[in-house]
């Protein structure tokens, strides 16, 4: 095995790994941890990370396996997290090294902008716009689950970062 497919297989194994342990600690201990009644999501924070630092290719792969995790760990819908998920890890992969260096804070930012429009943009085609409810949930719900997750981010941000220093051969400069 060249050190190249090994250096894929050992990233991959561990981002997998990371996947299942954050959604096994997010449904049993974070849960019952609430600020503002809500409890953070780190999920597709991680796909932001392994999108900032390994590009699209590998952000979308990630965004498939965390988006069914989500869609299966008690989503009202089987395909939303996925397809979300997907998307955002191709936005960031494509638009994160165009604007960005690859940066904890740069990953953390990406996670938080993108799960508040999943969140926002699933509330408002299933709630919004089909009742009569108005926008305080996402003042109340959304927004601040995004500031608890944002903040519990580095914890899942700096594993994806510390592999991507590990194994990364680009120079200095362009990181």
Known sequence: MNL???EIVI???VVLILLVLTAAFETSILSGIRVFGTSPQLLLFIVAAVSVYEGPTAGV????FAGILLD???AKSLWWYTVSAIGAAALI???SPLYFRRRVLTAMLWGAVSWFFCEFFRFFATFYLFSKADLSPVFTVILPQTVYSFLLSPLVIAPV???HKKFSQEQKLFR
Request: proline share 0%; charged share 15%; with cysteine.
């Open 93 to 95: 992969g494509i638009l």
């Open 11 to 13: 990233k991959t194994g």
């Open 4 to 6: 190249l497919r090994k």
């Open 61 to 64: 792969a990630c965004g498939m």
């Open 161 to 163: 970062a510390w592999l």
């Open 72 to 74: 299966g760990l008690g």
